[in-house]
T-cell receptor, first 112, second 113 residues
Framework: EAGVTQFPSHSVIEKGQTVTLRCDPI?????LYWYRRVMGKEIKFLLHFVKESKQDESGMPNNRFLAERTGGTYSTLKVQPAELEDSGVYFC??????????FGPGTRLTVT | QKEVEQDPGPLSVPEGAIVSLNCTYS??????FMWYRQYSRKGPELLMY????GNKEDGRFTAQVDKSSKYISLFIRDSQPSDSATYLC?????????????FGSGTRLQVQP
């Protein structure tokens, strides 16, 4: 069975541009999460979807970040406009139970 | 103060050694405790989870949780060079309805052949 997939694997954009990250969770997993790791820091939670609904978006840093989950399947995370401090690795994870959160390979975002 | 503290290492051990990795935490609402392994440029890979207090064993890996001390451990027996990676502890509340994981900063482990 395929794991969590993320696209692109790496994105380099200029400050002020827009970037959209995509995540395809494991089939059948109702829960989908976004996390990110900025340089030198621990992985931090951004938000949690249950099916297509946002359950918890307490970790979203500001209104430049917009997450959607279409029909309870794949999810996108848009950053508009991107700032230098948005650089980092963005991870998506999915789970059905609290103990089986499985992560994707991440998208490395570089804002120059 | 961070909710989860983890020594970043690096920790270097010879092949075959027993490795002990630890995290402390401050949030008494944490109920699920996970250990992830992360290789360079890859996503975190779930190794083990424990619910509440107690021990859990899976092959060469043993996870321990002491909720009274707010302290969790991962032991690796007969360590192998392929175990060289960053090990991340992570915790979640769940009973409060919040499923987000709170991570430690990760410990880099190097197993020397």
């Amino acid at each position: 069975e395929a794991g969590v997939t993320q696209f692109p694997s790496h994105s380099v954009i200029e400050k002020g541009q827009t970037v959209t990250l995509r995540c395809d969770p494991i089939s059948g997993h109702d829960n989908l999460y976004w996390y990110r790791r900025v340089m030198g820091k621990e992985i931090k939670f951004l938000l949690h979807f249950v099916k297509e609904s946002k359950q918890d978006e307490s970790g979203m840093p500001n209104n430049r970040f917009l997450a959607e989950r279409t029909g309870g399947t794949y999810s996108t995370l848009k950053v508009q406009p991107a700032e230098l401090e948005d650089s980092g690795v963005y991870f998506c994870a999915s789970s059905q139970e609290p103990w089986d959160m499985l992560f994707g390979p991440g998208t490395r975002l570089t804002v120059t | 103060q961070k909710e989860v503290e983890q020594d970043p290492g690096p920790l270097s051990v010879p092949e075959g050694a027993i490795v002990s990795l630890n995290c402390t935490y401050s949030n008494s609402a944490f109920q699920y405790f996970m250990w992830y392994r992360q290789y360079s440029r890859k996503g975190p890979e779930l190794l083990m989870y424990t619910y509440s207090s107690g021990n859990k064993e899976d092959g060469r890996f043993t996870a321990q949780v002491d909720k009274s001390s707010k302290y969790i451990s991962l032991f690796i027996r007969d360590s192998q060079p392929s175990d060289s990676a960053t090990y991340l502890c992570a915790m979640s509340e769940v009973d409060t309805g919040r499923r987000a994981l709170t991570f430690g900063s990760g410990t880099r482990l190097q197993v020397q052949p």
